[in-house]
């Protein structure tokens, strides 16, 4: 069992580290929480909230190329059960460049939207609040 008090991490690779640090940072209200050079020949720049157990962490491996998504229907999902927040937030992804698009899987249009970013990446951002 992972402890309740873990932090997960998401990371994925990126020909755009700054640009989509700057989107993930500004769209999403997340802080830099830290950021590298020449790890090992990797670049990364880790953004979440200093009071929250996930972050996101974006990388790139110097003299590679990673390309775009491979599939449509690789997003994270966010519940904002507030609708004045959701309007609020998605009213700030999209002035820093995400791109509305229609989901994959209609679910997310229901009662949301989805967002993709400069590599073809998904956020969705829920009006509802999570339950199971």
Not at 7 to 27: D, F, H
Not at 73 to 88: K, M, Q, R, T, V
Request: glycine share 10%; charged share 20%.
């Amino acid at each position: 069992m992972i402890p309740p008090t873990s932090v997960m991490r998401v990371v994925r690779p990126t020909n755009n580290l700054q640009a989509i640090g700057k989107m993930y940072a500004e769209g999403l209200g997340f802080e830099i929480l830290s950021q590298f050079e020449g790890h090992d020949g990797f670049d990364g720049i880790v953004l979440g909230h200093k009071n929250h157990p996930y972050h996101l962490e974006f990388t790139h491996q110097r003299g590679t190329s990673v390309g775009r998504a491979p599939t449509q229907d690789n997003l994270i999902a966010f519940y904002i059960p507030d609708s004045n927040e959701w309007e609020a937030a998605c009213s700030r992804i999209q002035a820093v460049g995400f791109n509305q698009v229609p989901s994959y899987n209609p679910y997310w249009d229901v009662a949301g939207k989805t967002y993709e970013d400069l590599d073809g990446y998904r956020i969705v951002l829920q009006n509802r609040e999570w339950s199971r």
